[in-house]
Structure formats: C-alpha cells, structure tokens
C-alpha cells in the first residue's frame, strides 16, 4: 500500500522556468490538498480538492494552478518559478468522513 | 478564522524527563485537533486526533494530550522522554469540509541525555 506518492523529491528550477509537481494517492480518499512548509511558520494551504473536477485555493494560491481529473491524482502547477516559491511541498490526501489526512514525502523544490 | 499557536519555537529536556508542549487554537465551531511530528527530512507522522467525545486522547510512542474547551488548548504531553523523539511537532485544526487544516509555525524538541 504506497498511500501518497509524490515526485519529484528535489528539484532545481530557474527562475520563470514552469514545472509540475506530481501527487497520486491509492486510498481512494477524496479530499486532497498542497501545503508548502517554510522554516517557523509550518505548512500552509496552497490549494484543495473534495473530489474530482472540484479545486478551490487555500491561504497562499497565488503563482500555484491545480487540477483533478481523477480521484487519485492531484498535480501542483508553478506557472512561472520566483525564488520565493522555495520550500518544501507536501501533498496530503483524506478520507472525507472524520479522518485524518495523510501526507506525502515532501518534494524539496530551489528556484535560483 | 482558524488559527493555531504554539508559543514554544524551541524546547529542550533531558532524557528521561516529562515533557509538554502547548498548542492553542482559534475556530468558531468544532475543532478536528491533530499534532504531527515530523522527522529532519521527513513527511508528517500523525500522533494522535481529536475529533469528539474524550477530552484526554492517547496517541502513538506514548504521547497523549487533553482537548480543554474553556483555555482553547490542546497540549502534548509525554511522561519520559526518549532521545528518539527529538524532531519537530505541529499542532494542527482542522474543519470537516475538505483538507484544510491549519498549522501552528511548530516547535522543535531536543532531548540532551
């Protein structure tokens, strides 16, 4: 049971340069969602999923698009990479029902 | 607006010795409470929820803590520490709809033997 995958594990991006981050859990869960984690202000909401074909933004959208054509995928846009999208991503999926959420590895991304 | 607080960026026991940390929350309704604890270059491992019901909750490696409406609280706590139990813990709250869970900025545990 791999649970949440994601890829890459690092990666080093130009700045403007475009990439997706990728999410796939195998728990049939349908809530999903991105957080970034910056060192003393723990992980933040990028953007969420309740279900296929349903997406809406969390507290820091901006520069992040996101997409969910099927219950077990969930990629991570940068449109265009600014330094200050460094950090760490972790993607998290959840059964709706009272659950809590289960979090991938974590993809350590550097925009120079 | 949910927020969550930890006022303890840094905390440092010996091992052996009892531990606490403190999480207090701000949220309209009722809270889903959940502390994390992530490893240096690790994902988030949950220790223990609090959904509803028992306001003393016991989780994974020992750890429990005790939802407390009326201080808006839900600390952390462990009775002997362990030099593995070094690593960072997030207080987290939680609504029913979707995954949005907000996260305190963390506190960082060392344990000195």
């Known amino acids: 049971n791999a649970g949440v995958t994601q890829t890459p594990k690092f990666q080093v991006l130009k700045t403007g340069q475009s990439m997706t981050l990728q999410c796939a859990q195998d728990m049939n869960h349908e809530y999903m969602s991105w957080y970034r984690q910056d060192p003393g202000m723990g992980l933040r909401l990028i953007h969420y999923s309740v279900g296929a074909g349903i997406t809406d933004q969390g507290e820091v959208p901006n520069g992040y698009n996101v997409s969910r054509s099927t219950t077990e995928d969930f990629p991570l846009r940068l449109l265009s990479a600014a330094p200050s999208q460094t950090s760490v991503y972790f993607c998290?999926?959840?059964?709706?029902?009272?659950?809590?959420?289960?979090f991938g590895q974590g993809t350590r991304l550097t925009v120079v | 607006a949910q927020s969550v607080t930890q006022p303890d960026i840094h905390i440092t026991v010996s091992e052996g010795a009892s531990l606490e940390l403190r999480c207090n929350y701000s949220y309209g309704a009722t809270p889903y409470l959940f502390w994390y604890v992530q490893s240096p270059g690790q994902g988030l491992q949950l220790l223990l929820k609090?959904?509803?019901?028992?306001?003393l909750v016991q989780g994974i490696k020992g750890f429990e803590a005790e939802f407390k409406r009326s201080q808006s609280s839900f600390n952390l706590r462990k009775p002997s520490v362990h030099w593995s139990d070094a690593a960072e813990y997030f207080c987290?709250?939680?609504?029913?709809?979707?995954?949005?869970?907000?996260f305190g900025a963390g506190t960082i545990l060392r344990v000195k033997s």
């Open positions: 987290a709250v939680g609504s029913g709809y979707g995954n949005k869970l907000v």
């Open positions: 609090y959904f509803s019901g028992d306001t």
């Open positions: 998290a999926s959840r059964h709706k029902v009272n659950t809590e959420a289960f």
